[in-house]
């Protein structure tokens, strides 16, 4: 009964590359959320998405990132021309049902260094 | 603007005695309230939470009490472990968004349990 995968677990870029986040819900689940922690920080929402459907990115900067939950395959958080700030922890988290207060569970996370 | 606090960065408690996590929060339109519990490297765990229409949930070891006159909510841990040596995140849903939406944490209190 595997959890929340997240790959790749460490992801090292230069500034104005690419970072293409990978996360596979659990079993069952259709919601799908991410969030960003920068150092000393809580976790910050980005954007919550179910199968092939955005249902809020308030959390996400308006420039260079994206994310999709297409109808086959895992989430993808995109990050396009990454700068310093980037730098972060980026988790993925799902639950089974869209309900007031649903637990979510998270994966590892994904470490973002850009260089 | 921090809609959710956690104002004791760290907290050391000797094992065996009785841990109080606290935190606050500022938007009255919260309705569910949670808390997880995260290693360094790995994702948050959830671990227990409460519903804005109660005033307290137990579970094991785990309690937690909202006082929602106040906007404050607290953990209880007894009695306490060295495995709950762990950074604790205090986290509230609803908001504007209301219905399953994007969890809004503190920053987190890091609890070192003593032997």
């Known amino acids: 009964n595997a959890g929340v995968m997240q790959n790749p677990r460490h992801l090292v870029r230069r500034r104005g590359q690419e970072a293409r986040l990978r996360c596979s819900p659990m079993?069952?689940?259709?919601?799908v959320y991410w969030y960003r922690q920068l150092p000393e920080e809580g976790l910050k929402f980005m954007v919550y998405?179910?199968?092939?459907?955005?249902?809020?990115e308030s959390g996400m900067p308006k420039e260079r990132f994206s994310a999709e939950f297409p109808k086959e395959g895992p989430s993808i958080l995109r990050i396009q021309q990454v700068v310093r700030g980037d730098s972060a922890a980026y988790f993925c988290?799902?639950?089974?049902?869209?309900?007031?207060?649903?637990?979510?569970?998270f994966g590892p996370g994904t470490r973002l260094t850009v260089l | 603007d921090q809609q959710v606090k956690q104002n004791s960065p760290s907290l050391s408690v000797q094992e065996g005695r009785i841990s109080i996590l606290n935190c606050d929060y500022t938007?009255?339109?919260?309705?569910?309230f949670l808390w997880y519990k995260k290693y360094p490297a790995e994702g948050p765990t959830f671990l227990i939470s409460?519903?804005?229409?109660?005033d307290k949930n137990e579970d094991g070891r785990f309690t937690v009490f909202l006082n929602k006159s106040a906007k404050h909510l607290s953990l209880h841990i007894v009695p306490s472990q060295p495995g709950d040596s762990a950074v604790y995140f205090c986290?509230?849903?609803?908001?504007?968004?209301?219905?399953?939406?994007?969890?809004?944490f503190g920053k987190g209190t890091h609890l070192i349990i003593q032997p």
């Open positions: 988290a799902s639950s089974p049902r869209q309900l007031a207060g649903a637990e979510q569970f």
């Open positions: 079993k069952g689940h259709s919601h």
């Open positions: 998405l179910q199968k092939e459907n955005i249902i809020d």
């Open positions: 938007n009255s339109m919260f309705d569910y």
């Open positions: 409460i519903s804005s229409i109660k």
């Open positions: 986290a509230a849903s609803g908001g504007e968004r209301g219905g399953a939406d994007g969890l809004t």
